[in-house]
């Protein structure tokens, strides 16, 4: 069983920046889909970008221009590059691995105005 553990979160002014990384615990490469999700309070969890193990990306709307997801197979580790963030990108970053449906444990961004 792969474990997953974000790390990176933190407190950031509006306009900052913030890399978040997923720590796999084993090889990764296997897996065919990793993804980052968001949870703000009240709302739903909310998926923000994936990639595919061929390297192509999806984003939500909300962060396309501004959010940049990368995997590096070599150290079993996801990347999530957020730049010109905004108050609204508040909430905890989960990590993802499909299709095993794996979680981490989260971690906290908060987006001062």
């Known amino acids: 069983q792969v474990q997953l553990v974000e790390s990176g979160g933190g407190l950031v002014q509006s306009g900052g920046s913030l890399k978040l990384s997923c720590a796999a615990s084993k090889n990764i490469f296997s897996i065919n889909i990793m993804g980052w999700y968001r949870q703000a309070p009240g709302k739903q969890r909310e998926l923000v970008a994936r990639i595919f193990s061929g390297g192509s990306t999806v984003y939500a709307d909300s962060v396309k221009g501004r959010f940049t997801i990368s995997r590096d197979n070599a150290k079993n580790t996801v990347y999530l590059q957020m730049n010109s963030l905004k108050p609204e990108d508040t909430a905890v970053y989960y990590c993802?691995?499909?299709?095993?449906?794996?979680w981490g444990q989260g971690t906290q961004v908060t987006v001062s105005s």
């Open positions: 993802n691995a499909q299709p095993a449906n794996i």
